[in-house]
């Protein structure tokens, strides 16, 4: 009876032992079978849920300082490049618009004057230079009258000692011989002084010249000084330079601006890939074009079709703020993950308008 009661007992032992074999047998099985799957899979596709949908984002920043006078742009609305999306107040740049034009109308004024003042001045020299040239024939002329009655006095002065001629005709000659000289000096004087007002009128001529070039300087800068105001004024409507969603506005009316300040950024609906951070052993063979499936978390019943686009220089950690230093203390090896971008290729697809920048995706590539 004890042996048949031990025997039993043994028996439900056994069928247990057989049960856990079987189990733990179907387990290695399936466990060397999923492993083998991860192996093939591994040699044509590598994966990473350590991935994000990223897009261009164009900030709108003012270019010129001011107080805000109206806000047309609503958080989250879709605009379209050009539209108007904030304005300033304008009339500190239009004031400034209206003394520059005064200024470049002033400078024009100066132009003229300078000008007229030049070609006044032109006249009075050619005036003085014809003045000269009259002159000039006149002293030839009383050259040769003072020539000739110098010859006349020296002949009466012989024919006086000889008691040929009277005493009056030597003394008119003499007279003559002086007039003449008298009037070749006059004359000579004359031309001098008229030498010297050319050179002045010259001298002036110089300095309206120089004052109309400095004039004309004046009105390039007082030109220019205008445009710049102009373009100033232009600014004070900020529109947008991209077709794409506006992100959060904390604007009011009345808020003071400062140039260069971000606002806020558009994000644009079109321009949106993937940034996939692959561990480093991932990349062996990984190249530029090959085909990617993409699935999102927010629609994880949907695949998106993607392309590798290019794969980043550095890793992560090597572009970081603070990137590691393995020569100092204890080094631990650390695998690094590199940035690869995969861009979308079917942007049409209904999936792909819905995801917004930053959401969290998984993107598997095919190895060619």
Not at 4 to 30: L, M, R, Y
Not at 182 to 207: C, D, I, P
Request: glycine share 4%.
């Amino acid at each position: 009876m004890e042996n048949n009661n031990t025997t039993t007992e043994q028996e439900p032992k056994k069928k247990s032992s057989k049960k856990f074999a079987i189990i733990f047998g179907i387990i290695v099985v399936f466990g060397c079978i999923y492993g083998f799957y991860l192996y093939k899979q591994s040699q044509i596709h590598q994966s990473t849920d350590d991935a994000q949908v990223s897009s261009d984002m164009s900030p709108v920043i003012p270019r010129v300082a001011g107080y805000i006078k109206d806000i047309r742009v609503k958080e989250n609305q879709y605009v379209h490049k050009g539209d108007t999306l904030v304005i300033l107040d304008d009339r500190d740049y239009a004031v400034k618009v209206e003394a520059m034009e005064a200024a470049l109308e002033t400078a024009k004024t100066n132009v003229s004057v300078a000008s007229a003042g030049s070609q006044v001045t032109m006249s009075n020299v050619s005036s003085s230079r014809q003045s000269i040239e009259t002159i000039d024939a006149q002293i030839k002329e009383a050259e040769v009258n003072a020539w000739r009655t110098e010859k006349d006095y020296e002949r009466y002065a012989n024919l006086i000692q000889d008691h040929t001629i009277t005493q009056q005709q030597y003394e008119q000659a003499l007279a003559a011989k002086q007039t003449a000289d008298r009037q070749l000096g006059v004359l000579k004087a004359q031309r001098s002084a008229a030498a010297k007002q050319v050179s002045a009128v010259a001298s002036q001529e110089h300095v309206n010249k120089s004052q109309t070039n400095v004039a004309n300087a004046q009105i390039k800068q007082a030109q220019a000084n205008l445009d710049a105001a102009k373009l100033d004024l232009s600014y004070v409507v900020i529109l947008a330079q991209a077709d794409g969603q506006v992100g959060k506005v904390n604007l009011q009316p009345g808020q003071y601006l400062s140039a260069g300040t971000t606002l806020f950024s558009i994000v644009p609906s079109d321009a949106k890939w993937v940034i996939a951070n692959f561990k480093e052993t991932q990349l062996t063979k990984m190249a530029v074009g090959q085909k990617a499936t993409i699935k999102v978390d927010a629609y994880p019943d949907e695949e998106l079709e993607g392309e590798v686009t290019s794969l980043s220089p550095a890793t992560g950690a090597a572009v970081s703020l603070l990137p590691p230093d393995n020569a100092s203390g204890n080094f631990v090896k650390v695998v690094q993950r590199v940035p690869v971008r995969i861009d979308f290729k079917d942007k049409n697809n209904p999936i792909y308008k819905k995801i917004r920048s930053g959401m969290n995706v998984e993107a598997d590539v095919h190895f060619n």
